[in-house]
């Protein structure tokens, strides 16, 4: 099965052609996309899919970036909106993350995990777009999946602990509130919210993406969740 | 509210997604925007373009740019062959060379004795007057 098995790159010269046919399969030989990385005839089996898909892009098969697109937008794309609070600009940026990680995938040498390297890549282009925008912000937030409601810790949130309705307020109230809350944070420490709190990832996981130590990644978390708590508490005073 | 009710509240945010059907669009829109790039010339390539038109304007036959390369090269050779040396003795003799400071020429002045101072004894000296007016009747500095 020719998808599954990892293709080494080994130094050699090509001739750079764009290839855009998505064809999976294909029986003609890759273009080649680097210039110092050719196809071997030589097979190893690599147990990471993200390197199999990595190599295949360095030797030339466009469809096999394709497939790291599908497999990391949603995630990326989540990453990109609860920093910028913006749908459009995510949407922007995140097609400015993929093309940058297209061209500059054959200085990728696997020393960091695709995964890493790709949240590198997105923390950096947020962060410089944050700082070039500065206070011209329009929130374009996306409406909130109707799973929501039936989320305990929505109702907990919401309620105000009698189980009275008519108390409750809305979803769209919390949001914007949640966002305001957010976006009072400083970069850095939304940064770490997001990735913490959001999407769930590791201490570990966001020392190596922004390149700090983990001792402050938990300072930062710490801080944050101060001021969140600060901001949160006037919502439900309200 | 504790940092594990303030996680909880947070992580409410991940419900907010795009519209259905974004994910499938957005690769489409990435190719496209790729076939955009490709199209859309660099920079440097625009520069280029417009360096070789201006040139090409010119019509200089090809030998002239021969001969203003050869003679740029040696012009190069001479410049290093002659190593520069300071400036500032130079500067120092510059300083001597610089036009001298005329003297007016000056005409001997003859005297004459006063004949009455002949005439009065020898007790004193005979008085000497000047039988020549001075150079110049500038007055005299004062200090």
């Known amino acids: 099965m020719g998808n599954t098995i990892g293709l080494r790159c080994q130094v050699s010269s090509f001739i750079l052609e764009p290839n855009f046919s998505h064809e999976r399969n294909s029986a003609k030989a890759p273009l080649l996309l680097c210039n110092h990385l050719h196809m071997s005839t030589e097979t190893e089996i690599i147990p990471n899919n993200d390197q199999e898909l990595v190599a295949r892009t360095q030797g030339g098969d466009p469809s096999a970036f394709d497939e790291l697109v599908v497999r990391y937008s949603p995630r990326l794309y989540g990453l990109i909106y609860h920093m910028t609070s913006n749908h459009e600009d995510t949407n922007d940026l995140l097609q400015d993350v993929f093309s940058k990680a297209y061209r500059s995938i054959c200085n990728f040498r696997g020393k960091s995990s695709f995964y890493t390297w790709m949240h590198s890549i997105s923390v950096n282009m947020t962060i410089n777009f944050l700082k070039k925008r500065n206070r011209r912000q329009h929130p374009s937030l996306n409406d909130p999946d109707s799973n929501i409601e039936n989320d305990p810790d929505f109702i907990a949130a919401t309620s105000n602990g009698n189980g009275d309705p008519t108390k409750q307020v809305s979803i769209h109230e919390l949001q914007k509130k949640l966002n305001t809350a957010m976006m009072k944070l400083s970069h850095d420490h939304r940064i770490v919210v997001t990735m913490f709190d959001i999407q769930g990832m590791p201490h570990a996981e966001i020392a190596k993406i922004l390149k700090i130590s983990e001792g402050t990644v938990r300072s930062r978390l710490f801080y944050a969740h101060r001021q969140l708590q600060n901001s949160l508490h006037e919502f439900k005073k309200n | ?143």
């Open chain 2, 1 to 143: 509210m504790s940092h594990e009710k303030m996680h909880r509240v947070i992580r409410l945010k991940r419900y907010e997604q795009p519209p259905e059907g974004y994910f499938d669009d957005f690769l489409r829109d990435f190719h496209r925007r790729q076939r955009a790039e490709l199209l859309k010339p660099s920079v440097r390539t625009l520069l280029m373009e417009r360096l070789h038109a201006l040139l090409s304007e010119f019509r200089v036959p090809s030998m002239a740019f021969a001969g203003a390369a050869a003679l740029a090269v040696i012009a190069s050779i001479a410049i290093i062959s002659h190593p520069a040396q300071s400036t500032a003795p130079r500067a120092f003799a510059a300083s001597y060379q610089q036009t001298p400071v005329t003297i007016p020429k000056m005409q001997p002045v003859s005297l004459r004795v006063d004949p009455q101072s002949q005439r009065s004894g020898s007790l004193f000296p005979p008085a000497y007057m000047l039988n020549a007016r001075p150079a110049n009747h500038e007055s005299p500095l004062s200090f």
